[in-house]
């Protein structure tokens, strides 16, 4: 190449300047219009430098490609991330390729970047303050509402011995030897039981809530039906008027009609780290889980002391207090539900915090993504009988599901058994709440720390098994207590072990199936198939200790050993089998590495085919 080949091949640096945000069907000299664009696929040829052997011919050997194709508006975008100022062909003869060749060196297309780490970091970070800590909001006041129904608070009687601020489950849902006139939820048992009184009410007013909960978790896949902005809307619109409502039950019937509706718009909810993953590419997708559903650790840690403040105004109040404290914990989430038309975006492209270049930023980075889970040999969505039928016969979609499960039911015996550790330590009803919200916190801390290291090195299963082997020996050391004649407070110290695990767990668990499914509507149906299967585990975990088994809960204890136990054992075959899949596909295409944009040279199908999904281990 003489010096003046040379200098057309490497660009001023004040030409790179000027090509630095250039998208595709930008309105620069050097590339092809729009219109011109429109409908074809582009091949975009990035010289090795003036060292390369390239051929006279243009043999694409010696380049790396990258390849533009249409997005959803029409435009044109390229997957790996770099502007069109390299060489562009005309791979189906519509003679739109620009007069002359324009090659860069290596060293110069980081001057050509749709976009920089700055500008991406600064998207990020507005949907973590703006749309992630929202969400998180509105699971925190659901959370709350759900668990209104389990405050253990009763009111004060002078005839009446004073009840614990905490009880272990007996102690609200079939304690018998209380006399019916403490009543239950600060009144409510006398307020709302039939005559003659039925046996099982109360009990049927909780399950009814969880039956409906687990029946209609199917929702989870209209976050990608309906505009978010209204789903959400609706969603905590409908929680909080029904959980308001409870304040005005005549009958337990009738309460457990509005916990059953109460639990349906509940379901719609959990759908949210898939809604996430719209806006957040997979290796940040554990960490954005993670803030959301830390928001219950971080509730349980003042729900009950809120419930308890609430219930003491309303002893002076003129209407029953459990009725006040329905009222007082479903209003908020009215008004969420009000801020959430304008809060909540339907997409990366239409959130309204974005300026018109972030839009662009937020919508470019994750084009490379889109890219990996597309079929290279055809654009066209697969049909939902085939996406059904594709999550029912994948192992990785009933594995992680079945691994929800198991922690779900140890996670339902946490809140059952601390408050009788406490109890027997001899503490107050005030030390026993205040001693509860510890293991909880330092569980919200844990999670948000794991997630971001989880992303960071791109791993779910090492972070799975070892916290689920740390919460493994919290519950084997619980139920080694009768023999190791454990202390009240070696059995405290066992707790925090056992929460920090599972509840890192069940973060790490959501990400990775949202993570291992190749489209969107795959990670949808994989995501409703592991919170139906898994949403029955507080179902199992809730009745795993009996009155007869206090005061350690042996029979519980060793069960949940098992459960999390398991989860540690699957989530290892689990990663055996995603290893095995990606050796497949590193044998199917010639390459083990994982395609950051830049893709091969070895023919067509064999550039686009290096750029395919990978599992995350």
């Known amino acids: 190449m003489d010096q003046q080949g040379a200098a057309s091949a490497h660009p001023s640096p004040a030409t790179a300047s000027?090509?630095?945000?250039?998208?595709?069907d930008s309105d620069s000299s050097d590339l092809a219009s729009p219109s011109t664009l429109s409908g074809s696929t582009a091949q975009l040829t990035l010289d090795k430098g003036p060292n390369s052997s390239s051929s006279s011919d243009g043999d694409e050997k010696d380049g790396d490609t990258l390849w533009a194709d249409d997005d959803e508006d029409g435009q044109r975008d390229v997957d790996s991330g770099f502007a069109a100022s390299y060489e562009l062909q005309d791979l189906r003869g519509e003679g739109y390729a620009p007069s002359g060749r324009r090659r860069l060196s290596e060293s110069t297309a980081a001057s050509f970047q749709l976009y920089t780490p700055d500008e991406e970091q600064a998207v990020v970070?507005?949907?973590?303050?703006?749309?992630v800590l929202f969400l998180s909001i509105c699971y925190m006041l659901s959370f709350i509402d759900r668990s209104s129904m389990l405050c253990p608070f009763h009111r004060r009687s002078p005839?009446?011995?004073?009840?614990?601020?905490?009880?272990?489950?007996?102690?609200?849902l079939t304690r018998r030897d209380v006399d019916?006139?403490?009543?239950?939820i600060a009144g409510m048992e006398n307020d709302l039981q039939t005559r003659p009184p039925r046996a099982g009410l109360y009990e049927w007013s909780l399950s009814s809530f969880y039956i409906s909960y687990i029946a209609f978790e199917w929702m989870s896949l209209l976050w990608r039906v309906i505009p978010a902005h209204v789903y959400v809307s609706l969603i905590v619109l409908s929680w909080g008027v029904i959980a308001s409502l409870q304040a005005v039950a005549t009958s337990y019937p009738v309460l457990?009609?509005?916990?059953?509706?109460?639990?349906?718009?509940e379901a719609a909810f959990t759908g949210v780290p898939f809604f996430l993953s719209f806006f957040f590419?997979?290796?940040?997708?554990?960490?954005?889980?993670?803030?959301?559903?830390?928001?219950?650790?971080?509730?349980?840690?003042?729900?009950?002391?809120?419930?308890?403040?609430?219930?003491?105004?309303?002893e002076a109040g003129p209407i029953a207090p459990w009725r006040l404290l329905f009222l007082v914990e479903g209003f908020p989430s009215v008004v969420i539900a009000v801020i959430a038309w304008s809060v909540v975006p339907d997409s990366p492209q239409t959130a309204r915090y974005l300026t018109a270049r972030e839009r662009k930023v937020a919508h470019l980075r994750l084009r490379h993504e889109k890219g990996q889970s597309r079929?290279?040999?055809?654009?066209?969505p697969e049909s939902r009988l085939k996406v059904v039928l594709s999550v029912l016969l994948d192992p990785k979609a009933w594995l992680t599901a079945v691994m929800f499960f198991l922690t779900n039911m140890a996670y339902s015996s946490l809140p059952v058994f601390l408050p009788m550790i406490l109890k027997e330590m001899g503490h107050t009803a005030l030390e026993s709440q205040a001693l509860s919200a510890p293991p909880y916190l330092i569980a919200f801390v844990a999670v948000l720390a794991t997630a971001h290291l989880s992303d960071k090195l791109g791993a779910r299963s090492p972070f799975v098994v070892t916290h689920a082997l740390a919460s493994t020996a919290g519950y084997l050391a619980l139920a080694l207590a009768r023999p190791l004649q454990l202390g009240p407070l070696l059995r405290y110290l066992a707790v925090y072990p056992a929460a920090v695990g599972f509840f890192n767990v069940v973060v790490l668990v959501v990400a990775w199936n949202v993570n291992n499914q190749p489209s969107e509507g795959r990670r949808g149906g994989g995501f409703a198939l592991m919170q139906v299967v898994g949403q029955?585990?507080?179902?199992?975990?809730?009745?795993?200790?009996?009155?007869?088994?206090?005061?350690?809960?042996?029979?519980?204890?060793?069960?949940?050993?098992?459960?999390m136990a398991g989860v540690a054992l699957m989530a290892l075959v689990l990663r055996l089998y995603l290893a095995r899949l990606n050796g497949r596909m590193d044998d199917g295409e010639g390459g083990g590495e994982e395609a950051q944009g830049l893709v091969g040279s070895a023919g067509i199908e064999g550039r686009r085919s290096r750029g395919r999904f990978r599992y995350m281990l």
């Open 536 to 563: 029955c585990g507080p179902l199992v975990g809730t009745r795993l200790y009996p009155k007869g088994d206090e005061p350690y809960f042996e029979p519980g204890m060793w069960t949940c050993a098992g459960a």
């Open 18 to 24: 000027s090509s630095h945000h250039h998208h595709l």
């Open 256 to 265: 457990i009609f509005l916990r059953t509706l109460l639990g349906i718009g």
């Open 125 to 131: 970070r507005k949907f973590d303050r703006r749309l």
């Open 281 to 314: 590419k997979r290796s940040e997708l554990a960490y954005r889980t993670a803030m959301f559903i830390a928001a219950a650790p971080l509730a349980t840690t003042f729900s009950s002391s809120l419930a308890w403040l609430i219930l003491k105004i309303g």
């Open 180 to 184: 019916i006139g403490n009543a239950r």
């Open 375 to 380: 079929n290279p040999s055809k654009h066209a």
């Open 159 to 172: 005839s009446r011995t004073r009840l614990p601020l905490s009880l272990n489950s007996e102690d609200w």
